[in-house]
């Protein structure tokens, strides 16, 4: 508790949030995530995720995340269960409505990245 309260004077939450899933987690457990991307800058959501990946494919944690992130879903190497669906139904990332969103958006506004 602690080494968290310091980093948490010393850092911004996010930093703080990345240094917990690098330095705390132990092996083969499970864990229970609610959307652990809120703090993080998009950058630092894609380092999340694989880091997450890491732990899930080196030391045996399982992890099951709830989130609307298309940065993390598109690079978690994970099953994705589509809960907005009337059945709960897996799907790719890319296929998700919040991920189709953000698609049309940067579509919609695509000439502007390319003056």
Known sequence: ?????FSQEKYSNGETSLQFFQEYLIPEAL??????EVSLS???QV??????????HYLGCQFVIATHSPFMLGTLDAKIYNLDAK?????PWYQLENVRYF???FKKHEKEFTQ
């Open 47 to 56: 380092a999340l995720a694989h880091e997450i990946n890491k732990l899930a």
């Open 42 to 44: 998009p950058a630092n």
């Open 87 to 91: 059945e709960c139904q897996v799907t």
């Open 31 to 36: 864990y229970l995530l609610d959307e652990p």
């Open 1 to 5: 508790m602690e080494n968290i309260i």
């Open 103 to 105: 698609y049309d958006f």
